[in-house]
């Protein structure tokens, strides 16, 4: 029996110990299969789903594109990702401190590829847990080395598949397929980036395994944290007791729960922080209980109060009011975004300058104009201002009553602008000129699809 304060993983001498877990059919095995399909489904082809023009979701570092699922974010949104990345985990801490370990257990690609893709080539080719570990102690041989060749090899397929997908979600699957086609001396950093993140997969999923979420997980550290003595999670009905501590008990200590655990733990001991609530130990207990006539459930889903889960109470409770207020941001700046970004700014080296005669003198205001296209298509703009005694010139061929400003998709466009009044104007008591900026999507009908930004600029002159 595994002492209590010891890693199952790790032999009296210090050493790792190979696990070899089994496998068991159960209810929740059948609805892990249905999710793992799901999850890499979602995984493979989410690179190739365009909304809008664009890839469904992409973190384009090169461009400082990121889109998400049809909204357009760049570099200076930086507070919008922000919320993005803060409501994902208020809501993995939301769902910890009432469901316990459920990501990791179920929804972890870490548990999502090693069981349904590593560990399945790994029975096709090797056999079962018992046959496994069998051979492994048997001196090297050619079936040997056949079968571990085969098995390291579809292993390294597998992980190139993982980490190209995983590199479409950060250049596209277009510019992902130029390079596939081309020499690797043509995008040296993207290949090598690729060679490492494949081997670092080929060690984690092929070898390192568990050792990943019992050592270098943060997560699993912080669930102590988050949970509470009524969070969901898998535990022993001491209850009904065991033949190791009496004679009376529904155990028949057969260490199938033990055997199929791929932390290798014995969920008997108590809650363990390795334990991932992957619900393996619940199907292969239910198995026996069933064979033996017994009730079922003497492992399974429970909290430590026995109080059941619920997320009405405080914890939950104040990980939801967070959420709720950072999702309220989010979708209030996101409602009210513009699909361009307009910004003028004074140039610094000439506050003001005075043009014409001195019949007819004008005062000059000189800015620059920063236009960006935060949307998914081409944008013509246009501008017009409040005052028509005020003359406004932007640029060198672009004028209030000439050509309208075009700007492609991320487009990022400086331009100079003018401003000529009459001292008269500032005078008068207006110092501030409204300029309104007219956007429209290339190709689309003006009338479905128009955005409107009013710029104050202010008007600097001698007589002010």
Same mark, same amino acid.
């Given at each position: 029996m595994?002492?209590p304060?010891q890693?199952?993983?790790i032999g009296?001498?210090?050493?790792?110990?190979?696990?070899y #877990?089994?496998v068991v059919d159960?209810?929740?095995?059948?609805r892990?299969?249905?999710?793992?399909?799901?999850?890499i489904?979602?995984?493979?082809?989410?690179?190739?789903?365009?909304i $809008?023009?664009?890839p469904?979701?992409?973190?384009?570092?090169?461009t400082r594109?990121?889109?998400?699922?049809?909204?357009?974010f760049?570099a200076?949104?930086a507070p919008?990702?922000f919320?993005v990345i803060g409501s994902?985990?208020m809501?993995?801490?939301f769902?910890?401190?009432v469901?316990?370990?459920?990501?990791?257990g179920?929804?972890? #690609?870490?548990t999502?590829?090693?069981?349904?893709v590593?560990r399945?080539?790994?029975?096709?080719?090797e056999?079962?847990?018992v046959?496994?570990r069998?051979r492994?102690a048997?001196p090297?041989?050619?079936?040997?080395i056949?079968?571990?060749?085969l098995?390291w090899?579809?292993?390294l397929?597998?992980?190139l598949?993982?980490?190209h997908?995983?590199?479409a979600?950060?250049?596209?699957t277009?510019?992902?397929?130029?390079m596939?086609r081309s020499?690797?001396?043509?995008?040296?950093?993207?290949?090598l980036?690729?060679?490492f993140?494949t081997?670092?997969?080929?060690?984690?999923f092929?070898w390192?395994?568990?050792?990943?979420c019992?050592?270098l997980?943060p997560y699993?550290?912080l669930q $102590?944290?988050?949970m509470?003595t009524?969070?969901?999670?898998?535990g022993?009905?001491?209850?009904?007791?065991?033949?190791?501590?009496?004679?009376?008990?529904?155990?028949?200590?057969?260490k199938?729960?033990?055997?199929v655990?791929?932390?290798?733990?014995?969920i008997?001991?108590?809650?363990?922080?390795?334990c991932?609530?992957?619900a393996?130990c619940?199907?292969a207990?239910d198995?026996v209980?069933l064979k033996?006539?017994?009730?079922?459930g003497?492992v399974?889903?429970r909290? +430590?109060?026995g109080? $059941?889960?619920? #997320?009405?109470?405080?914890? #939950?409770i104040?990980?939801?009011f967070i959420?709720?207020?950072?999702i309220?941001?989010l979708g209030?700046?996101?409602?009210?975004?513009?699909?361009?970004?307009?910004?003028?700014?004074?140039?610094?080296?000439l506050?003001y300058e005075?043009?014409g005669?001195?019949?007819?003198?004008?005062?000059k205001?000189s800015?620059?104009?920063?236009l960006h296209n935060q949307?998914?298509?081409p944008?013509?703009?246009s501008?017009?201002?409040?005052?028509?005694?005020? +003359?406004?010139?932007?640029g060198?061929?672009?004028?209030?009553?000439?050509?309208?400003?075009?700007?492609p998709?991320?487009?990022?466009v400086?331009?100079?602008l003018?401003?000529?009044?009459s001292p008269s104007?500032?005078?008068?008591g207006?110092?501030?000129?409204?300029m309104t900026?007219?956007?429209?999507?290339?190709g689309?009908?003006p009338?479905l699809?128009?955005w409107t930004l009013?710029?104050?600029v202010p008007?600097v002159?001698?007589?002010?």
């Amino acid at each position: 029996m595994q002492a209590p304060d010891q890693l199952a993983t790790i032999g009296e001498q210090g050493k790792r110990l190979d696990l070899y #877990p089994s496998v068991v059919d159960g209810k929740y095995r059948s609805r892990k299969n249905g999710l793992y399909i799901l999850l890499i489904g979602i995984f493979l082809g989410l690179p190739w789903v365009r909304i $809008g023009g664009e890839p469904a979701v992409l973190f384009d570092l090169a461009t400082r594109k990121f889109s998400l699922f049809g909204i357009l974010f760049w570099a200076h949104d930086a507070p919008l990702l922000f919320l993005v990345i803060g409501s994902l985990f208020m809501t993995i801490f939301f769902l910890t401190a009432v469901w316990g370990r459920f990501w990791c257990g179920w929804a972890c #690609p870490q548990t999502v590829f090693i069981d349904a893709v590593f560990r399945r080539i790994e029975r096709w080719v090797e056999g079962d847990s018992v046959t496994r570990r069998r051979r492994d102690a048997l001196p090297w041989d050619t079936d040997k080395i056949t079968r571990k060749s085969l098995k390291w090899m579809l292993f390294l397929i597998c992980a190139l598949i993982i980490t190209h997908s995983f590199l479409a979600y950060f250049m596209g699957t277009e510019r992902l397929a130029e390079m596939i086609r081309s020499s690797p001396s043509e995008n040296w950093g993207t290949f090598l980036f690729m060679a490492f993140s494949t081997g670092i997969i080929l060690f984690n999923f092929g070898w390192f395994r568990e050792q990943f979420c019992l050592i270098l997980c943060p997560y699993g550290r912080l669930q $102590g944290v988050l949970m509470d003595t009524r969070t969901l999670l898998v535990g022993y009905d001491s209850s009904r007791g065991e033949p190791r501590r009496s004679k009376e008990g529904d155990c028949v200590d057969c260490k199938k729960c033990v055997q199929v655990c791929p932390t290798g733990i014995d969920i008997r001991n108590g809650t363990q922080f390795e334990c991932i609530a992957c619900a393996a130990c619940i199907d292969a207990c239910d198995s026996v209980m069933l064979k033996l006539k017994k009730p079922t459930g003497l492992v399974g889903y429970r909290t +430590e109060s026995g109080l $059941g889960a619920t #997320p009405f109470r405080t914890r #939950p409770i104040l990980y939801f009011f967070i959420l709720g207020i950072l999702i309220t941001t989010l979708g209030y700046l996101l409602i009210t975004r513009k699909p361009v970004s307009i910004t003028i700014i004074r140039n610094a080296s000439l506050p003001y300058e005075k043009v014409g005669t001195e019949e007819d003198t004008r005062v000059k205001n000189s800015f620059h104009v920063d236009l960006h296209n935060q949307g998914f298509a081409p944008l013509r703009l246009s501008y017009r201002t409040d005052s028509p005694s005020v +003359e406004v010139q932007m640029g060198s061929n672009s004028t209030l009553d000439g050509n309208s400003i075009l700007l492609p998709v991320g487009a990022i466009v400086r331009l100079p602008l003018e401003v000529r009044f009459s001292p008269s104007t500032l005078s008068m008591g207006h110092g501030k000129l409204s300029m309104t900026f007219d956007a429209v999507p290339m190709g689309s009908n003006p009338k479905l699809e128009q955005w409107t930004l009013t710029q104050e600029v202010p008007l600097v002159g001698p007589l002010r």
